[in-house]
């Protein structure tokens, strides 16, 4: 059973920047679609970001222009680069591929 770790979460000032990975325990993101969510308090989880097999992305309006998906196959990982982080991207993280979802990890930006 593969299963999917995420990190790189934490607190950070208005402005700053974070790295979060989702390092999977098989080769699962090449040859597969993979989302990168979040789930802030008294809210649905949305989608932020996901990327296909083929390396194609696509973002959510509000993380145009500051979040980017990358993958390392060697590793096992994908990678979501957020930057000019705001407030209201406080939540928690989480990555899915294939059905499978990871624990979370919280992000916590503060005004």
């Known amino acids: 059973q593969v299963q999917l770790v995420e990190s790189g979460g934490g607190l950070v000032q208005t402005g700053g920047s974070l790295r979060l990975s989702c390092a999977a325990s098989g080769s699962i993101f090449s040859i597969n679609a993979m989302g990168w969510y979040r789930q802030a308090p008294g809210r649905q989880r949305e989608l932020v970001a996901a990327r296909s097999s083929a390396g194609f992305t696509n973002y959510a309006d509000s993380a145009k222009g500051r979040f980017t998906v990358s993958r390392d196959n060697a590793k096992n990982t994908v990678y979501l680069q957020m930057n000019s982080l705001k407030p209201e991207d406080t939540a928690v993280y989480y990555c899915?591929?294939?059905?499978?979802w990871g624990q979370g990890t919280q992000v916590t930006v503060s005004s």
């Open positions: 899915t591929v294939a059905g499978l």
